[in-house]
T-cell receptor, first 113, second 116 residues
Framework: DQQVKQNSPSLSVQEGRISILNCDYT??????FLWYKKYPAEGPTFLIS?????DKNEDGRFTVFLNKSAKHLSLHIVPSQPGDSAVYFC????????????FGQGTTLQVKP | NAGVTQTPKFRILKIGQSMTLQCTQD?????MYWYRQDPGMGLKLIYY???????DKGEVPNGYNVSRSTTEDFPLRLELAAPSQTSVYFC???????????????FGDGTRLSIL
């Protein structure tokens, strides 16, 4: 049972354009969502998060949108840069106070110069 | 500024052998986690710990054991290695949840384990 799904295995965009990465979840008890970025041979790096009490969170070029009714979140990167090429993981957490995360399968983003 | 350090980076084991994957963090984080990532898949939680002396199972604990004797260290033990345990293993740590919100996890660079 995949509780967090990233249905697009890969995405290719042109430098300077917008990248939109999508994530769906099934568990309505999730209340905290994160995006991680991963380069080859490195561990995931925290990028941005959003609490379920918000519908948008912005940090520089990165914005995460949360649609609770649709159980959907998205990460927007504007403008996209070649250095953004990486695997992006969506993750979700419930209110267990243990910090446990459920990860999606990841989306590989390629930003072409 | 080490963060989360995992050793070894690579290892090849024979079926039935045992080994310990080491993980240490220098951020004084209470929470620590072990994940495995199979090709084309997301990370799956093996075990986690909310403090020294306290451990609990995650999604995929079978075939593994952990201990947490100090805040800094959280080793993962494979007792009887099986081909299905070939994977990349990531250790992570985070601060205690505050204000009802979980804190982001900080990851090590992983251990690539092959069992033949």
């Amino acid at each position: 049972d995949q509780q967090v799904k990233q249905n697009s295995p890969s995405l290719s965009v042109q430098e300077g354009r917008i990248s939109i990465l999508n994530c769906d979840y099934t568990n309505s008890m999730f209340d905290y969502f994160l995006w991680y970025k991963k380069y080859p041979a490195e561990g995931p790096t925290f990028l941005i998060s959003i609490s379920s009490i918000k519908d948008k969170n912005e940090d520089g070029r990165f914005t995460v949108f949360l649609n609770k009714s649709a159980k959907h979140l998205s990460l927007h990167i504007v403008p996209s840069q070649p250095g953004d090429s990486a695997v992006y993981f969506c993750a979700a957490s419930g209110s267990s106070n243990t910090g446990k995360l459920i990860f999606g399968q990841g989306t590989t983003l390629q930003v072409k110069p | 500024n080490a963060g989360v350090t995992q050793t070894p980076k690579f290892r090849i084991l024979k079926i039935g052998q045992s080994m310990t994957l080491q993980c240490t963090q220098d951020m004084n984080h209470n929470y620590m986690y072990w994940y495995r990532q199979d090709p084309g898949m997301g990370l799956k939680l093996i075990y986690y710990s909310v403090g020294a002396g306290i451990t609990d199972k995650g999604e995929v604990p079978n075939g593994y054991n952990v201990s947490r004797s100090t805040t800094e260290d959280f080793p993962l033990r494979l007792e009887l290695a099986a081909p299905s345990q070939t994977s990349v293993y990531f250790c992570a740590s985070s601060r205690i949840s505050t204000g009802g919100l979980n804190q982001p996890q900080h990851f090590g660079d992983g251990t690539r384990l092959s069992i033949l």
